[in-house]
């Protein structure tokens, strides 16, 4: 079961230690919100600002981005991240090489 917080304020938003495991947060405004410590296994960050958030590269890793998500300063969009026209997040080693 998803949490619907899609397009939801969370502006300056205390969330630390928050289980938002599998949450839908798409289009939310988390711009400052303090997400350290916060499970994002599976959250559905794609179109998110996520500017100035305190969070690490390993939560950012274990949540679904794309690339409308608008990344704090030193991170990074994972490897695995949601392809357009899939029905799943995809790695990069999921994609064919062609010879």
Known sequence: ???GLDGADLHRADLRK?????ADLRGADL???????AD???AD??????????LSQAQLDEAIVDE???LPDGLSLPQK???PGHDRVQSDQ???HLS
């Open 18 to 22: 928050a289980n938002l495991r599998r």
């Open 1 to 3: 079961m998803w949490t």
């Open 45 to 54: 960050l794609r179109g998110t600002s996520l500017r100035g958030v305190l």
């Open 31 to 37: 711009r400052k919100a303090d997400l350290r410590g």
């Open 94 to 96: 999921d994609e064919p």
């Open 81 to 83: 991240s949601y392809k």
């Open 68 to 70: 409308d998500t608008l």
């Open 40 to 42: 994002l296994g599976g």
